[in-house]
């Protein structure tokens, strides 16, 4: 299989994606595909302050109705995660949503966690605007699978792929006590190929050369770079594109906006950001979860403690070992021997002890039998789990049924 045939998708599915394109560009104009500025996610684009509250969403949402050339003022809410249930990467429950249009006044809503990550958060707002945008122009179709995937290339012809592009797929970290784990966040429903396909479209209509091309590409990293470049490499012809979407020669079109102008101040009513109550802030621990369902981790302390006898006799074998030269000799298989039986102890005498924790992978406090909600994070015990790795499957099936 070539190189190519993994990094682009198949013919059907990029004849589509110029395809819908091409619809946006009959609907609406070429202006917003070949002219509007290609927001990315640094100070140049966002110069508003942030001082974490409603003030600064508002700021924030605002600049992206700008860039998507919808005059028009927003209303967007800081919604606690309570009662969210966990993270989706579309409507309700996402890190930002399109919520209604209400007099054709755009309302969004933003988990109040998300407030803490400006690389979720930015792009999610930027496609809940996108979405607000397909109300406003009544593009939105009937069938809601394919209105989100339209969605998602709705946001890539408005300017927005650079910030949508990274985000639909973005690996990262979260430390829990002393252990971090690998986290995945996602955002809208189509592939980051495709998108990235759907990127270098944009690129190839706009004649962008190799350089501007290739810090494109730096900017995306990992995958959707070289998913990207792939795209460029394929669309070689920029006249036979711009014909198929229907974009006229580039000798017709209007300048391009001015970046200056579109991060004028944006007149929010109340400049004053002291006043603003943080919503962005990590409270830690202890309340946390106040509200929210947690699990009670149900299992033995046969291996916690199988861990505490004989590690230590490991750790410490190791150690003498290392100290031959002082004449004290240690055989480590002896050593062995006597960590195994200790760690065979440890499983015995833990099978015995019933050992009940919060799921919270934060928190972890020990829950008495009697106890109904979690001491430390203050979660609601809603269920019984017997091992951490069930959290997230018990959680969406708690969310499914509260949803029936």
Same mark, same amino acid.
């Given at each position: 299989m070539a190189d190519d045939d993994v990094l682009l998708p198949p013919a059907d599915e990029r004849a589509a994606i110029v395809a819908a394109l091409g619809e946006l560009v009959r609907a609406q104009g070429h202006e917003h595909l070949a002219l509007a500025v290609m927001v990315e $996610?640094?100070?140049?684009?966002?110069?508003?302050?942030?001082a974490g509250g409603e003030g600064s969403l508002y700021r924030l949402a605002k600049r992206l109705l700008v860039y998507a050339d919808l005059d028009t003022d927003v209303r967007a809410s800081i919604e606690d995660d309570v009662g969210l249930g966990?993270?989706?990467?579309?409507? $309700? !429950? #996402?890190?930002?949503?399109?919520?209604?249009?209400?007099?054709? =006044?755009?309302?969004?809503? +933003?988990?109040?966690?998300s407030l803490r990550e400006p690389l979720v958060l930015v792009p999610a707002l930027a496609r809940a605007v996108t979405e607000a945008w397909r109300a406003r122009h009544r593009l939105t179709v009937r069938d809601p699978a394919r209105e989100q995937q339209l969605v998602d290339l709705t946001a890539i012809y408005l300017g927005f792929g650079m910030l949508t592009v990274p985000?639909?797929?973005?690996?990262? =970290?979260?430390?829990?006590?002393?252990?971090?784990? *690998?986290t995945v966040s996602k955002l809208g429903v189509t592939s980051p190929r495709t998108l990235a396909y759907a990127l270098a479209v944009v690129a190839r209509t706009r004649d962008l050369d190799g350089p501007r091309r290739a810090r494109m590409a730096a900017a995306l990293a990992g995958n959707e770079a070289a998913f990207f470049s792939a795209g460029c490499a394929a669309l070689a012809d920029g006249d036979a594109l711009r014909a198929e979407l229907g974009v006229p020669a580039p000798s017709e079109w209007s300048d391009p906006p001015a970046l200056s102008l579109l991060t004028a101040p944006i007149d929010d009513g109340d400049p004053s950001v002291s006043r603003e109550v943080r919503r962005d802030e990590d409270k830690g621990v202890v309340g946390m979860n106040a509200g929210k369902p947690v699990f009670r981790v149900e299992r033995s302390? #046969?291996?916690? @403690? *199988?861990?505490?006898?004989?590690?230590?006799? +490991? @750790? /410490?074998?190791? @150690? *003498? !070992?290392?100290?031959?030269? %002082?004449?004290?000799?240690?055989?480590?298989?002896?050593?062995? +021997?006597?960590? !195994?039986? /200790?760690a065979l102890f440890g499983l015995a005498v833990g099978r015995l002890i019933p050992d009940s924790r919060c799921s919270e992978p934060k928190?972890?406090? %020990?829950?008495? $039998?009697? @106890? =109904?909600?979690? $001491?430390?994070?203050?979660?609601?015990? #809603?269920?019984?789990?017997?091992?951490?790795?069930?959290? /997230? #499957?018990?959680?969406?099936?708690?969310?499914?049924?509260?949803a029936r």
């Open positions: $996610p640094d100070e140049r684009y966002f110069p508003d302050k942030w966990p993270m989706s990467p579309v409507g $309700p !429950g #996402a890190p930002a949503w399109f919520v209604k249009l209400e007099a054709g =006044t755009p309302v969004l809503a +933003v988990r109040a966690s985000a639909a797929v973005r690996h990262g =970290t979260s430390r829990a006590s002393s252990r971090v784990r *690998a302390k #046969a291996m916690r @403690l *199988a861990k505490m006898f004989g590690l230590p006799v +490991v @750790l /410490l074998g190791m @150690l *003498a !070992g290392r100290m031959a030269h %002082t004449g004290l000799e240690i055989e480590m298989w002896k050593v062995f +021997v006597i960590a !195994g039986g /200790l928190c972890g406090a %020990t829950l008495r $039998p009697e @106890l =109904t909600e979690c $001491p430390m994070c203050g979660g609601r015990i #809603a269920g019984v789990i017997h091992h951490p790795r069930e959290r /997230l #499957a018990a959680e969406e099936a708690l969310a499914r049924e509260d």
